[in-house]
């Protein structure tokens, strides 16, 4: 009841033919990563995932991580199962190779990470916030920050924390309180508690780098005097060995819905004497870097979005066609039969599926974007790639993990009363899944980021450009007949409308009425999801359309399924606009007093 | 943190005027049950909810009932607060005085069982199912049977249950295989194992009066063989006294995503020798029978979804006025602010308000709607309104169980970070909620039930009765040009013709292509739950329009709501009707062979 096969033929599809992995293969550096490469790491990357992590997962779920003492132990099989990510380089896929990398592009690390989370969430957060660090390392660390730490984190010795929240400072940063004092020697002494802490403690690797968001004296008030501080659990001597155990400690850890096996730490930085750390890159910009690890930690929490997604629906398909219950209802059987044959069951597994084939597209592709951004040669293409890259990060953490919610709840609903027994698995996708649209930034602050400073600051451009992509694409499906072609471009089109109404509401009217804006801005976001996904999913069809006689069966289901996103998801676009355009009234709930609620 | 407040103001403000308890107050026999009685009631269940029952829900979730050597121990505190209740007389509200009942209507048991639910989800289970036991043996029991049996069901010194599910036969009764051999006294020995028996073990009572399906030997097969036998936990001697300890044994209770203090138990029948059951009614009619357990719970499992609902409102409310954080957008404040000044977070208010407010109307019109049905002078109009009644069973419990997983999915997001952390609250929440679309019938069942017997079986007649009523209330919204009453003319009116649309379609083509009908069944449950709840909020800013100068607060509130609920639900409904009418098509997912998928 535990399996998990990554859809490889799905994954190669998108690449190849919705993220265009041919060109991101003629960039400098990447030379060696087209499809060949990419379809051999995909299936040793499947292959780790399949065997080792994804029977972890329930293990995982019954026997979490368990704190004693200040210390934490992993989920039996856990760390054996972590020495063998390390050492197979997973943790490098697309670190530079100078750091003992593989140097592959996002667009291939990105199906490992999706298949690392649909196969064990928890797990899978150790490497994810390991990515963050180094990320913030090789932006603003010291060069020897880079060559010491890198490397054991790339292979797995060490892994690597995120510490932002404190009790009162969550979506807040402002509020941190966390503050480090010069010791004249050039490191700092770190005295604060850090709550939410990912993988904070465990017993998987020798080290720990926390990297710490902090206040020096007399830094300025709010979140422009917040500078990053890398504090390893053990200190590490010039030559990179281990010393002394540093004044950080893992005081407990949460009881969480899901998730379970990752343990979740209170970290107490200096209450034996301070905490030593050493400053990230300069003074006052910790936020700065800090973004650059969200940035990347956002966009695989996305990923997590869609994995579990996957999951729970390879799970419900295989209970459906398993489950044997009541007649057809068309009469075309005089016996119960497997309840993947009743229309409604069918709806819900085509909800599922639409919706997670959409979200991995709309990812894929954001991810191709961020590999020109980085690569190309041109540097106003990278730039207008990057833009669009950033444009999509927000979309693709909030919407992906907001779907994940409805995408791990059908999965229940389609066991129905199993779904509900915890040991048939069902439901830990669904308990899982719930803090994906909460951590690493809620769907109302990707909400706000994506209004804020992807759409009103360029005063909408990059969404305009992407309306206009879309356009073509609705243009392309003009001359196909086929009824899912006439539903998608019919839909696709009010889709791309409605979104290109509310991006003009957005520009107009975020300096005259704010409140109004941001009460539209995860329907905006959503919205957008729902038209970029669509169009992952139209271009999809149209690549089906033409290769559909290569292999029916494949295209076939690809054509029906960016069908039923058509009629199914994308028709909820125009519910969207009005829901952001019409209810600006100054009647509505924005203005009741907090007694009325 | 377990607090809970019933929102008697709310209730009594739809009982008066939505759902015209003065009239209901007129019918014989409820001549004392008009507005003071109904508010001395409510004003009486929510203490014994809010002091007893509610601190008790926390404690059911962490020390869930425990089963041992066949025996089940409730959580502790459960037994007593059990007794309080029926001692209490509330078992009895609505059941007839010569019953020892209070024989108050359906109209004023609703918001009881409402608060019951939002207090205690796991302990309401309990009378639930009692109250189908009381209701099928009323309907179908000898004289023996109910003057022996009714009375300590309604004292609370027995509790009832309902056994139907087996392993092989879930929704799908006709597979049901427990066999039941008469014994030649009248009595029968039955035997088989019932799956999924809902406080089917227990110590909160002296005997557990099961009702159990069963073949008896040459009945037909399918569902017209299904007898149903009275199987007490204890055997009742003629004076009512208990007996020897019948052969129905508890052999293991499940291990639940949520509702973990009502054990769900698996219980063997006729293991030593033959569980000794009474025929009640005729042989073969006990789907029937069954089925009037089943209305009586479906509607009573939508009142689930309400109350577990306006829980998750309130802990939010309580939330998102305590938590300071980030300044608001309007820049209004140069300080962090509690979160219910933001936007995003009063739209995540707004929404679980105004689906908790339309449900409840919704539900609380249909229970004076069946109040008329059993207690009118005139048949016709008895007739007429029954099948009003039976029109809204499906769709307040299939909607009402719907958005209570995303209502209370939102209250988690509110509580960002804490929310995922068990010991806040609002998870728990979260997990009771999803039994609620499952259970008494999926909410395909539902659907099904409503396309089917519901709607086209009379052509569509109640259907487009309703549909008449909505237009009055359109009408009566004309002459308002208050911009809740503008925006909810228009977004009714278009909710309006959708759903119109939409039965026309069901009609149609139900026998012509029923795979195309049944793939939109959810969706037009939905949408027809929709479009009936913002016909209600309609029908309440209405009267809020009217009398707002009496009691501003209050009323507003009422107004923001109905425009919250026109602009951001109401809007949904084109989306809905478009994913039935068009999606029909045959290149779509039906189509797809198993292996597709």
């Known amino acids: 009841m535990t399996r998990y096969a990554a859809p490889l033929k799905d994954m190669l599809f998108v690449m190849k033919e919705l993220a265009d992995l041919d060109t991101i293969a003629t960039l400098p550096g990447f030379e060696d990563a087209g499809l060949d490469t990419a379809q051999a790491v995909l299936e040793e990357s499947a292959k780790l995932c399949g065997e080792v992590l994804a029977p972890l997962n329930v293990e995982g779920d019954r026997n979490p991580s368990a704190w004693k003492d200040g210390t934490v132990t992993a989920t039996p099989g856990f760390a054996d199962a972590f020495r063998q990510f390390g050492e197979g380089g997973w943790q490098g896929v697309q670190h530079p190779l100078e750091y003992d990398g593989q140097g592959l592009p996002k667009l291939v690390a990105t199906p490992c990470i999706e298949m690392l989370n649909a196969s064990n969430l928890s797990f899978a957060l150790c490497p994810l916030l390991t990515d963050g660090a180094i990320e913030a390392l090789l932006t603003a660390g010291t060069d020897a920050q880079k060559q010491i730490y890198v490397p054991k984190l790339v292979s797995g010795e060490w892994t690597g924390t995120m510490n932002l929240t404190e009790p009162q400072a969550g979506s807040d940063l402002a509020l941190v309180r966390t503050r480090a004092e010069p010791q004249g020697d050039g490191s700092f002494k770190v005295f604060g508690t850090k709550i939410f802490i990912t993988w904070g403690e465990h017993d998987m690797a020798k080290n720990i780098a926390h990297l710490v968001l902090a206040r020096t004296p007399n830094a300025p008030e709010g979140v422009k005097g917040i500078s990053l501080f890398l504090v390893p659990k053990f200190l590490v001597n010039d030559d990179g060995s281990l010393g002394a155990r540093n004044d950080v400690h893992c005081v407990s850890i949460e009881h969480k819905l899901g998730i379970k096996a990752s343990p979740t730490a209170v970290l107490q930085f200096g209450d034996h004497g301070g905490a030593i750390g050493h400053l990230v890159g300069e ?73 997670t084939e959409a979200s991995r597209a709309l990812a894929y592709v954001a991810a191709a974007h961020s590999d020109i951004a980085h690569r190309h040669p041109d540097a106003a293409t990278r730039a207008e790639h990057q833009a669009i890259y950033e444009f999509l990060v927000p979309v693709v953490k909030g919407w992906s993990t907001e779907l994940s919610i409805d995408v791990t709840s059908l999965g229940v609903q389609v066991h129905g009363g199993m779904g509900f027994i915890e040991e048939t698995g069902a439901a830990q996708y669904y308990r899982d899944a719930r803090i994906l649209p909460i951590y690493e930034g809620t769907t109302a602050i990707q909400a706000n980021d994506l209004i804020g400073r992807k759409t009103v600051r360029d005063g909408g451009a990059v969404a305009k450009a992407l309306l206009a992509d879309i356009a073509q694409t609705i243009e392309a499906l003009g001359p196909h007949d086929a009824l899912a072609c006439r539903s998608m471009k019919r839909y696709l089109e009010q889709g791309r409308d409605s979104l290109a109404a509310v991006v003009d509401f957005m520009v107009a009217n975020v300096k005259r009425d704010p409140n109004a804006v941001f009460a539209g801005s995860v329907p905006y976001l959503k919205l957008a999801g729902i038209v970029l996904g669509g169009w992952q999913m139209a271009r999809a069809l149209l690549v089906a359309m033409e290769k559909r006689e290569e292999d029916p069966s494949f295209y076939g289901a690809k054509i029906a399924t960016a069908q039923f996103f058509a009629e199914h998801v994308l028709t909820q676009a125009s519910a969207l606009e009005a829901s952001i355009v019409t209810a600006k009234g100054g009647e509505g709930m924005l203005g009741l007093t907090e007694d009325q609620f």
Chains 1, 2 share one sequence.
């Open 283 to 355: 003074e006052n910009r910790g936020l700065e870097y800090m973004f650059i690890m969200m940035n990347a930690a956002r966009f695989a929490v996305g990923m997590q979005g869609v994995g579990v997604s996957d999951r729970a629906y390879q799970k419900a398909v295989e209970y459906a066609k398993d489950r044997v219950q009541s007649r057809p209802v068309d009469g075309s059987a005089k016996q119960s039969v497997a309840i993947i044959q009743h229309p409604d069951v069918r709806r819900m597994l085509s909800t599922m599926r639409s919706l």
